[in-house]
């Protein structure tokens, strides 16, 4: 009898073709997005014209629309739209490009008037823009849209990407424009670029720093909003073209030295086979004793020496970085370049190393992420004083990972956390602190010899004698 009521396509064919139509109805009633995706249905069942005109009908409603689309509402209109742009992709686009090229950029336009009047601070709608970004520059060269018409269209849209809704626009319609749009486009913005402009007054201008010359303000760095949405334009066209140099020509001198800005230019001239300069390029940053030099920077260094034959230089550098963080990519990176059985003796030393690293934290994130557990229990037991409980947001997956066959460190953690929310009184925090302890409770049965760790009765009987006062604790404790 279970089986007939599951839920699924087969039981439901048996109620019939009549039935199902009837259920359907009787569902959809109150619910204008069911019968909107009712009458969809319906409109494909008859051709990809009517399609169209049901999603152009449906887009108009939307563009229109003054409601507010709050939080409780964002969910319902990701999938209206998620309906309507998938209906343009799946059911026009194979059939009619052009015409689904028109829809889906009257999809586009949509953005807009939604986010005035949304609260999208999920960033689920957005989502839908920047994948009809991508759907659009796979219809624009399905339907072999004319260059001009289309490099015209993409700098409208992206000199109005008022919520970042085009952000990836040119990039995913580089195939359809071809060198030919992308010339076409690069020219429409360097004349945007040569048109005056109202310079904002020094007083109404962000200090981002300070020189020997005074402060040195944002505007002349980056420039205001229409030169850096020229500038990421002009370098999203020069990664197109593979064309390095025009993209180092709009990264501001200034900018040169931060290591992000470094390593993007070495990078792009190492895969151009200049790997001299590229690590003429990561030199600009001054990254000697700092310990905030982003792994990004440092990946590219390590790339460019290596390119240039330098592999000891290369891999001295990886192992170098991966004792100043621990990042295991590092360490991953340097173990792949070393002959067998010597990454086994490399992984042997980078556990001793991390063992005694001063961040005990920091060695913790290191071992669950290699993964290493056993490593990761032997840290936990011999420094336990040093666990602060209030890295919640790193203690939680530790003892989760732990608890399958750590049990002992598993505790150790979730006593961490437990004894800082009592410590500190952090109220918030009791239910999940009753949740640890009866985890606690739950992992004591596995536990053979709990050594110089207190078993978890003496420890009940501690945080008791200690913190009995705290009733609203003692009250979420079954």
């Given at each position: ?310 592999n000891d230089e290369a891999q001295a550098f990886r192992w170098e970085c991966f004792e100043q963080s621990l990042n295991d990519d590092h360490l ?37 992420r290699w993964p290493s557990l056993a490593e990761a229990s032997k840290l936990v037991t011999k420094r336990a004083a040093e666990l602060d409980g ?89």
């Amino acid at each position: 009898m279970a089986a007939k009521t599951t839920l699924n396509a087969k039981n439901l064919e048996a109620l019939g073709v009549q039935r199902l139509a009837e259920l359907l109805m009787e569902i959809s009633t109150g619910s204008a997005a069911h019968k909107r995706r009712l009458r969809m249905e319906l409109a494909g069942n008859h051709s990809s014209a009517e399609v169209a005109r049901e999603v152009r009908k449906r887009l108009s409603s939307i563009a229109r629309a003054r409601t507010f689309v709050d939080w409780r509402k964002v969910k319902a209109t990701r999938t209206d739209l998620e309906t309507q742009r998938k209906s343009i992709v799946e059911t026009v686009a194979p059939n009619d490009p052009a015409g689904a090229f028109e829809l889906i950029w009257q999809f586009l336009a949509v953005a807009d008037p939604l986010f005035q009047r949304s609260d999208d601070g999920s960033g689920s709608l957005i989502q839908s823009f920047h994948q009809a970004c991508t759907d659009a520059g796979a219809i624009a060269k399905a339907a072999n849209i004319d260059a001009d018409v289309l490099a015209e269209k993409i700098f409208k849209a992206v000199q109005s990407n008022a919520y970042g809704q085009f952000d990836r626009l040119i990039t995913a319609m580089v195939a359809a424009l071809a060198n030919e749009g992308l010339e076409r486009l690069k020219a429409l913005f360097v004349g945007w670029s040569n048109e005056p402009k109202e310079k904002p007054a020094k007083k109404d201008q962000k200090v981002i720093g300070w020189s020997s010359a005074g402060p040195i303000y944002e505007d002349e760095v980056y420039g205001n909003h229409q030169d850096l949405t020229i500038r990421i334009a002009l370098q999203e066209i020069a990664d197109a073209q593979g064309d390095v140099d025009a993209y180092i020509a709009q990264q501001p001198e200034r900018t040169h030295g931060a290591p992000m800005v470094a390593a993007d230019i070495a990078n792009r001239l190492v895969s151009a086979g200049r790997a001299e300069e590229a690590l003429k390029a990561l030199e600009k940053v001054d990254a000697k004793g700092r310990a905030d030099v982003p792994f990004e920077w440092q990946l590219a260094r390590a790339e460019a020496l290596e390119a240039l034959g330098r592999n000891d230089e290369a891999q001295a550098f990886r192992w170098e970085c991966f004792e100043q963080s621990l990042n295991d990519d590092h360490l991953r990176a340097y173990a792949r370049r070393l002959p067998d059985f010597d990454d086994l003796e490399a992984e042997e030393r980078a556990f001793a190393y991390a063992q005694a690293f001063p961040d005990v934290h920091r060695a913790l994130y290191f071992f669950l992420r290699w993964p290493s557990l056993a490593e990761a229990s032997k840290l936990v037991t011999k420094r336990a004083a040093e666990l602060d409980g209030d890295l919640y947001e790193l203690m939680t997956p530790a003892a989760e990972a732990l608890s399958t066959k750590q049990p002992l460190a598993a505790t150790i953690v979730l006593r961490s956390m437990i004894d800082f929310t009592l410590e500190s009184g952090r109220s918030s925090r009791y239910k999940h602190a009753a949740r640890h302890l009866a985890e606690c409770r739950s992992l004591a049965s596995q536990i053979e010899d709990f050594g110089s760790v207190r078993p978890h009765e003496v420890y009940m009987v501690d945080i008791k004698r200690d913190y009995g006062r705290k009733s609203g604790f003692w009250s979420l404790v079954s």
